[in-house]
Each structure stands twice: as structure tokens, then as C-alpha cells.
């Protein structure tokens, strides 16, 4: 039997704590969040599904997509234990430079899409926290206005070869007149991969005002209002356009591209060069021996040919065949800061987040993507202190394994 009595005054006001609430409804929507994948629960019930989906959507049956997220759910880590981890140095150099954490911002498309704040809340984040951006040719925001924006910021700028190669080169030369740290060279694009998503929604760009989408905003007015009430949604760095991503990719980038565009590229640009889209051990030697400083193992989230290699998983074998020579990145499926600490442990000098980022966007704007940066650098330390290691430096490849 058990003994039962009222409570006292005194023992109910200790556990009465109730939390004064923010009087903002982005701050109190935002601190609901634990993890980046609350915030895509977030920002999927706050903007448009074709919106959502173009970020959130991935080529052809998204297999790509979904092999790089298990691929870090199949990570195991070594911890080691009774070492004293009371401070851990979360900070590493990235292109020969201090970044307080071991992850960038990737570049990504058409971001005032999710949010108008955009591409300048991005670089303004980066800036707080110091580590690199790199700003797309499908941004929405010019080289000169980011530049304006974030002053401060590591700034990279991501370049897509064109048909038009005088146009491509006038991209480079504002990039270098504007004070961009390197060039990040996209290789993986030769033609618009199938995104099905898009297709199905009937997304353009810009968005177009249909029956679905007219009855989408009676579901997301503040959505549409934000759009409607500020400058045209267009892309920064080219044409107004009026079809899909894929007609304009399709129709304005080079599919004939080769090594021996790397090489006049890097002739022509006195900066850091980063090479995107290696999937290969063989392709980052090629780029490396063409004078690439650093390449980025990425299938470009999963967007470009389905069934592609997991970065993940062909990490290793890069940082063997060109560690020694060049730094190397990694992007795709990175959702928390252990993902971060793993990749980092397999050999990547740092990785790179896309949809994380803008999932925090979505969902509060700057305020999103500065939570998902605080979210991501509470996961890397911790992650250090529960793997008994002090400091980035000290993490070796015997810490983590890829379960079969």
C-alpha cells in the first residue's frame, strides 16, 4: 500500500517554473527547435510545397538522397573515456585560414525563395560565426550586394561554366573586384538532373500564379505577402526567366566542359580554387593536377544523377589519392554536428551544409539560419567531449567506422 496525502504549498512551488515566454512568435518558434530536423518540420508547414520541395527534393526516385543520410546513420564512433574534455577547440584552418568550426555554408540557388532575407542573412551568419560562404551564379543576390552585406565574411563564390564563356568571365572579374577569397567550380552540372518534385508541382521560375498556387497562398499568406511586397524574386547573375530550372540550366550551361577548363580558370583567377562535384578518386586527381587547391566530394545533394556515389562513402578514398596535396570537403546528407565530426574524422578538412541551412531560413529567416549554426556547434563540441578528444586536430579515422 502506498501512503497518500496532500501536497503543501511549498513542495508544489518548487516545481511550478513556469518560462516567461519570448514576446516575438519567430524567437518562441525558433527555441522550440532542438535539432535541424525539427526546423524542416517547421519550415515545411510555413512556405508553399513546391517551395519546400525544391529545397527539400532531391533527382529522379531521390535513391541519391536517401543513401547519403544512411550512410551517416550507418557511422559508429570510438569513443574514448577518463580524458579531460572540460574545454574542447572546435576551430580548424580552412584554405589556410582560421574558421571557428569546421563547417561552411554550400552554395545553394535561388534563396530569397525561401525566405527574402535571402542570400545576405546567409553571409551576415557566416560572418557572426566565422566560417566561409560561398554564393551561387543561381543566387538572388549579386556578388557586390552580398559583398555589401557581409563585408566580413569569408566569401567564396561559386561558379558554373556557361555557353557564353565571356559571360562566365565577367563573373569571375567582379568576383576578384569585390574581394572574393576563392572560387568554388561546379563540375557536376553538365545538364539539369531530373527533379520530379519540380516537375510535379509545376514550379518555375519565378513562381507563377496558377490555380494550385493561388490556392496555396490562401494556405501561406505570409509567404505570398513577403514576395508580393518586396523586390522581384530573379536570379542576380542572370536573365530575367520565365520556365523551369531545368529549361534554364539545360539551355545556359556548358555540357562540353573538360580538365582543360580547370586549368584556364586557374591561369585566370589568383585565388584559392575549390572544385565541386568530385565523385571519384580518379577525378580529384585530375582536378588537383590541373591546379585545383582543394576539391568538394559532393553529388550535389542528390540532385544531379541518381544512384551516384555517397560522398560519404568516397571520402576516404580521396583524401588518399590527393590529402597530401590538396584540402578536401565534403557535402551532402550533413544534418547535425556528429555528421560534421565523423566526415572531419574520415579525412575531410571540413564539410559543407546546404539544406540545413535553408531549412533554418524557412523557418525564421536569419534568426533560422543562426539557429541551425548554434544548433550544429553545440553538436561538434559535445560530440568532441563524448569521443574524448580536445580539439579537431585530434581527430583520426580510428575513431569512427562505417558499419556494413
Not at 533527382?59 to 546513420?73: N, T, V
Not at 557564353?164 to 568554388?184: I, K, N, P, W
Not at 563524448?386 to 580510428?398: A, C, F, K, N, Q
Request: hydrophobic share 45%.
Amino acid at each position: 500500500m502506498v501512503d497518500r496525502r496532500l501536497p503543501r504549498w511549498s513542495e508544489l512551488s518548487e516545481l511550478a517554473r513556469p518560462r516567461r515566454p519570448s514576446g516575438d512568435a519567430t524567437d518562441r518558434r525558433l527555441a522550440r527547435a532542438a535539432t535541424v530536423g525539427d526546423l524542416r518540420e517547421i519550415a515545411r508547414r510555413r512556405v508553399p510545397r513546391a517551395v519546400f520541395d525544391y529545397t527539400d527534393g532531391a533527382a529522379g526516385a531521390e535513391i541519391s538522397l536517401r543513401r547519403s543520410r544512411e550512410a551517416f546513420e550507418r557511422l559508429e564512433f570510438r569513443p574514448s573515456v577518463l580524458r579531460d574534455v572540460a574545454v574542447v577547440d572546435t576551430s580548424t584552418a580552412i584554405l589556410g585560414k582560421p574558421a571557428s568550426l569546421p563547417f561552411g555554408f554550400a552554395p545553394t540557388g535561388f534563396t530569397r525563395l525561401m525566405n527574402t532575407e535571402g542570400e545576405p542573412a546567409v553571409g551576415r551568419v557566416a560572418e557572426r560565426i566565422g566560417v566561409p560562404y560561398a554564393l551561387s551564379t543561381m543566387g538572388t543576390t549579386s556578388l557586390e550586394a552580398l559583398a555589401g552585406a557581409a563585408p566580413g565574411a569569408r566569401r567564396w563564390f561559386q561558379l558554373y561554366l556557361w555557353r557564353d564563356r565571356e559571360a562566365s568571365q565577367a563573373l569571375v572579374e567582379r568576383a576578384r573586384a569585390c574581394g572574393y577569397e576563392a572560387l568554388v567550380l561546379t563540375v557536376d552540372v553538365p545538364v539539369a538532373g531530373p527533379r520530379l518534385r519540380d516537375v510535379r508541382n509545376g514550379f518555375t521560375i519565378p513562381p507563377a500564379l496558377t490555380l494550385r498556387t493561388v490556392a496555396n497562398a490562401a494556405v501561406h499568406p505570409r509567404w505570398w505577402i513577403d514576395l508580393l511586397t518586396t523586390e522581384p524574386l530573379e536570379f542576380a547573375s542572370l536573365q530575367s526567366w520565365g520556365g523551369t530550372v531545368g529549361e534554364l540550366i539545360d539551355r545556359v550551361f556548358e555540357p562540353s566542359a573538360t580538365v582543360a577548363d580547370v586549368r584556364a580558370l586557374r591561369e585566370d583567377w589568383p585565388g584559392r580554387l575549390v572544385v565541386k562535384g568530385v565523385q571519384s578518386a580518379d577525378d580529384a586527381r585530375a582536378v588537383v593536377d590541373a591546379g585545383a587547391d582543394a576539391v568538394i566530394v559532393s553529388n550535389h545533394g542528390g540532385r544531379q544523377l541518381d544512384r551516384a556515389p555517397t560522398p560519404l562513402e568516397e571520402l576516404p578514398a580521396v583524401v588518399s589519392a590527393v590529402g597530401d596535396r590538396a584540402e578536401v570537403y565534403l557535402d551532402g546528407g550533413v544534418m547535425d554536428g556528429a555528421d560534421v565530426v565523423a566526415a572531419v574524422a574520415l579525412g575531410a578538412r571540413a564539410v559543407f551544409v546546404g539544406r540545413a541551412y535553408l531549412y533554418g531560413l524557412m523557418a525564421g529567416g536569419e534568426r533560422g539560419v543562426q539557429r541551425v549554426a548554434d544548433i550544429l556547434a553545440r553538436d561538434v563540441a559535445r560530440t568532441l567531449q563524448l569521443l574524448g578528444v580536445r580539439s579537431i586536430g585530434e581527430l583520426t579515422p580510428d575513431r569512427v567506422r562505417l558499419r556494413s
